[in-house]
């Protein structure tokens, strides 16, 4: 709640959350795999489940914690078709902001929709497929 509005609404400053988040997160689970990197080398590969997702960050459960710091590629595979046929995959490129207990939340610097092999990520491991960029 803003300051302004708990001050000319001192009753509901108890009742209202606080959100401080800027992007609304998604709860959705989708398979993913991570690279960790350090200077566009990889460092380390792994697998894993979103939690939530939103344009500015991601939650997600990963086989091996990650380094908050640490710079991370994410392939999700995407629910959904292009045009109905071909499958998709979401990348992110980003910065890991905590990892706790619950997950690893990474901050989005980047995304991009790209096609992806048929094959899912359970069926091919942490190797990424041949995918083209749209």
């Not at 792994?46 to 392939?75: C, H, M, W, Y």
Request: glycine share 10%; hydrophobic share 35%; aromatic share 6%.
């Amino acid at each position: 709640m803003s300051p302004d509005l708990a001050s000319r609404c001192p009753d509901m400053a108890d009742v209202l959350p606080v959100e401080r988040r800027t992007h609304a997160r998604y709860t959705v689970e989708m398979d993913l795999s991570y690279k960790l990197l350090r200077n566009q080398k990889v460092l380390q590969q792994g697998v894993g489940k979103t939690r939530d997702i939103s344009t500015g960050g991601t939650f997600f459960n990963a086989d091996r914690r990650l380094p908050a710091g640490g710079q991370v590629e994410l392939s999700i595979d995407w629910p959904t078709l292009l045009n109905g046929v071909g499958p998709l995959q979401l990348k992110i490129r980003g910065k890991v902001m905590r990892n706790s207990g619950p997950g690893t939340a990474v901050k989005t610097l980047h995304y991009e929709f790209r096609t992806r092999a048929t094959q899912s990520l359970s069926a091919r491991g942490a190797s990424p497929g041949a995918n083209t960029k749209i």
